[in-house]
């Protein structure tokens, strides 16, 4: 069975078996067994079974606004993070968490899996986040990049679960748990032994934050972690609502609209070893029906709030017309993925040059052929070479 990030050629989803209630430690290894037994290698593989298993075991956040939708239970009998507002069935695709993908930035260590030695395990990396300026602050001191996040823990051994079901340290450690402390990472210099030495690799790098530390609190072993820059965080290009066309970019002497974008560095692994990675987008189709930064579980099933389908007198003359308005669809996130690409180290002959990643986006055919994508056309639009 293959395990690394990969794109699939099947569009059938992963097969899985969730846990149960009151499920033992030996039932749960012979459930993970069959379910990375299961794990097909013509199947696309971003986040692991183990990080979807995680998430069904995790108990949902309870602070969450969800409106008047009924989130049901799981079969081991508590909503699991695998449900949320807009995913209150648990409807599954691959092996990404749904409360993770809906929050940010999430309270969660976001690692796909808990040992170096075996499988993926970089966590997600955030690259940039558009919107409310005046949140850069909160924003960029809670994205994981730099920042270490925590999880209840129960055992380190292969033959017991080591996930808990809280996430909170109270709860966590009065059911047997340890609240550790992961660190981010984009790669671990296995090959650097000292601090000394690590040191010395993070004034060569100039780009990633390198720092010799624990991976984890509850284990003593230190490394030379390589985390990511700290995250952009900027304003979305201005469109009117809805617009799938041009959007004034603010590109330095190039006023003319075109595509909206955010223009990133790729990644750089000091390692010089060929990385697997891909890209996700989300993106939060915000509402002014409520305040989305203030609006927690206490003004859940409070109709004055939000409702759905409510009957309002528009006219206000006692003629109520209902409003086709869905909880589980409005102030809701979705995402976009790429396919697995691969970075690769430079070339002796790259050395200290500036590489453009120049590419094409869009369809092949007409304009009308290819709505609401675009035509064939280059990225970026405009690169001058000397």
Known sequence: H??????????STMDYRGPRNRESDSS???RMRGNFAYNRSNGGLHETVWWYDFCRYREA?????TADQDLKKDENGYVSASRTRQNNDGTRRGYECPEERDYFPYWQPTNQYEDLSRFQNTPWIDLAWLGDKSRCKYIRDNSYNQKGKHRCVHSQDDDERSYGRYINKNDCESKGGEWVEFASFIEVLEDIKSQTECTRAARLDGRNKIIWGQLRSDKDEKKCIVQAPELICDEAPWTRVNHLGNAFNDMGDMKTPNAS??????PYFPSGEAKRCVMRLRYNISTTDYDPWNTDSKSNDNDDVIENNPEVDVLGNGEELQLALNTAQTGRT?????HVYVVL????S???KKLYNLNVRGKRGNIVQTFPATEY???PDRLVVN
């Open 2 to 11: 293959v395990f690394y990030m990969r794109d699939g050629t099947s569009t």
């Open 28 to 30: 749960y290894v012979r």
């Open 61 to 65: 956040n309870g602070g969450l606004f």
């Open 261 to 266: 974008r955010v223009e990133v560095d790729m």
């Open 334 to 338: 979705f995402q976009d993925r790429s």
């Open 345 to 348: 180290p430079r070339l002796e």
């Open 350 to 352: 790259m050395e200290d």
């Open 377 to 379: 056309d280059f990225i």
